[in-house]
């Protein structure tokens, strides 16, 4: 076999084998493609179900809440209709211990000694019977909401380092019930006293719902309804109820730090308003002083006593007009 004969063998030999190389190649490529297609199809169908889940969770999870809000609306809808609290219910939001019976016997009690004192002292028939009146009703009610009011701002000035216990508490694995526990321990009055009713309420079987809204009714203040809407809804919907209460108590915070800066924006205001609703009396007491009989028939004769009447009365519109100027809710 010559020289020529092998080259041509060769050249032929490496044709068929680039050819078969070539139909083997694209037969991979054809093959891998088509697995790529499949991994894609199945990566597909398989976000297309995820995706569909999540919309499902996401449209239920919204339901829900939804739903929540709707009902916490028409709790508070109710409430707003009970305007006029009970006796008993302003004893308890006050944090008195004595029952109704033994406020009106104080009430009567009190009444007997200022109308007694208006009687020692001779004081006119109307002035003993006003005297009266206001130790029967006026000044022990009065206590009442004072103490009332007290405790609600000890409460609020308080209730943001409790949320913030509770949000180191659930970031440290502990369940929520047992934070409100080490609150009911630890935390200062009257917090303290209203979250150890509360866990007593979930201990003998109350749920969370009806705690929360007895807790509502004892402290009706902003920032506890805030703090049992974001528990509801954290309850029945679920997420990070650690962020919701440190976002809470932010808002919390930042609410206090504007009605300070609201109280010392007003302070002038109110310092004007003292100061003329004190000036009648002052300088009734001067000219008292100066001339004690220019006054008398005021108190002496019948016209006196209604100039005095439509003074009293026109002095208490304009108190209470520049109360409510003054007045700005945060």
């Avoid at 609703?277 to 000219?287: E, R």
Wanted: glycine fraction near 10%; hydrophobic fraction near 45%.
């Amino acid at each position: 076999m010559d020289q020529q004969t092998l080259i041509i063998g060769a050249l032929i030999l490496l044709v068929v084998g680039a050819v078969l190389f070539l139909v083997l190649s694209s037969g991979q490529k054809e093959k891998a493609q088509k697995r790529v297609a499949n991994m894609r199809g199945t990566s597909a169908r398989g976000r297309g179900a995820k995706g569909a889940k999540d919309d499902a969770n996401n449209k239920d999870r919204r339901k829900k809440l939804s739903e929540s809000l709707q009902k916490i609306d028409d709790q508070n809808k109710q409430n707003k209709k009970k305007n006029r609290l009970t006796l008993e219910q302003m004893i308890e939001q006050s944090g008195m211990e004595f029952s109704v019976q033994k406020f009106y016997l104080i009430s009567v009690v009190t009444a007997f000694a200022l109308g007694g004192l208006g009687f020692v002292t001779g004081q006119k028939l109307w002035v003993t019977g006003l005297m009266f009146f206001v130790g029967g009703i006026g000044l022990p009610r009065w206590f009442i909401n004072s103490a009332r009011k007290r405790r609600q701002k000890k409460f609020m000035n308080e209730f943001s380092n409790a949320i913030d216990v509770i949000v180191r508490g659930v970031k440290s694995g502990l369940p929520v019930n047992e934070c409100l526990k080490i609150i009911s321990r630890e935390a200062p009055a009257p917090v303290n006293e209203e979250f150890f009713t509360l866990t007593e309420g979930l201990r003998v079987g109350l749920s969370l719902e009806q705690g929360l809204e007895r807790l509502c009714e004892r402290m009706p203040v902003q920032e506890a309804n805030f703090f049992s809407i974001v528990l509801l809804i954290q309850q029945k919907t679920g997420g990070n109820l650690a962020e919701a209460l440190g976002n809470l108590s932010t808002v919390l915070r930042s609410r206090k730090a504007m009605e300070g800066k609201v109280k010392a924006l007003s302070s002038e205001a109110k310092a004007s308003a003292m100061i003329i609703g004190a000036l009648p009396f002052l300088v009734a007491g001067a000219v008292h002083l100066s001339s004690p009989e220019y006054l008398q028939p005021l108190f002496n004769t019948k016209n006196g006593n209604f100039i005095l009447l439509g003074a009293g009365i026109w002095m208490g519109m304009g108190i209470m007009v520049m109360r409510k100027m003054i007045a700005i809710k945060v």
